[in-house]
């Protein structure tokens, strides 16, 4: 049943990101070919502030329509009147809930894959008209990283997984946070949006206030590294940075599983629907 929810939400996200990330793409090779031939005095000057700015504008569409998009599926599906239906379905809240972040984690993965390849689109689009050999200029660049791939080791394959790891977690936990607010500010039968927003403000200061208190006691961190560096020494040098990552993934990770149980509990013990 997980798999028909994050179908569903796939499907409704694409219908109007895909569309989206094609326009930004095609406006970036736009955007190219207007500054290279205004470079080239073939058009006018007012071009060279305009196209970027269509440019920065479809880019700020993608992000502002994945968060709303991200905010409007969980409140329409699961608070609003969707979620008669919703709930209803012989499914648990935990799932309803896991659908919807591993989706919507997956659709910003997307948004920020549309604007690298979109920039690159960019840049090639000006290579490739500015008259010089684009091999020229690419080809060091790729030799660069073959120089640095060659001398990956296993501490720094371990570094690239965490850091994907924390990266993943660190969008589930933002996602996550946004969902307990709302969650809880279903709670009030009026001013939805107002309690949502105190909510979400709340959640902010409790994690500062905590950040703060364990910053004062840092030094215990010390102790731990030592007990726990030896893992992480897979070619005979010591990888603290590795450490680092591990102890944001238990710390974000456990901040996250927070938001998760007061979302589901919100939902499953004191739902309040429209």
């Not at 296993?154 to 946070?177: A, E, K, Q, W």
């Not at 039968?189 to 909510?199: D, F, K, M, P, V």
Request: charged share 10%.
């Amino acid at each position: 049943m997980l798999g028909k929810l994050l179908k569903y939400e796939m499907k409704m996200f694409g219908r109007i990101l895909l569309p989206l990330y094609g326009l930004l793409i095609a406006t970036s090779v736009i955007t190219g070919l207007s500054l290279s031939a205004v470079m080239n005095n073939v058009l006018d000057e007012y071009l060279m502030a305009f196209m970027p700015i269509v440019y920065g504008v479809i880019l700020v569409a993608v992000g502002v329509m994945t968060i709303v998009l991200l905010i409007n599926s969980f409140y329409k599906n699961l608070l609003g009147r969707e979620g008669y239906l919703m709930f209803s379905l012989p499914v648990s809240t935990n799932k309803l809930i896991s659908a919807k972040v591993i989706s919507n984690v997956i659709w910003i993965i997307f948004s920020v894959l549309a604007f690298i390849i979109s920039a690159s689109a960019l840049a090639f689009t000006m290579i490739g008209l500015s008259g010089e050999d684009p091999v020229t200029i690419v080809t060091p660049t790729f030799e660069e990283i073959a120089h640095t791939l060659s001398q990956v080791t296993p501490t720094m394959i371990i570094n690239i997984i965490l850091g994907i790891i924390v990266l993943i977690v660190i969008i589930s936990l933002m996602i996550i946070r946004i969902y307990a607010a709302m969650a809880i500010g279903s709670q009030w039968n009026e001013h939805r949006i107002i309690g949502s927003i105190l909510a979400y403000g709340g959640f902010q200061i409790a994690e500062a206030v905590i950040m703060t208190i364990l910053g004062m006691t840092g030094y215990a961190s010390h102790y731990i590294f030592a007990l726990l560096n030896r893992p992480f020494d897979m070619d005979g040098v010591a990888n603290p940075f590795g450490f680092g990552l591990l102890i944001m993934i238990v710390g974000f990770g456990i901040v996250a599983a927070i938001y998760w149980f007061v979302t589901w509990y919100f939902l499953e013990k004191r739902l309040n629907l429209e």
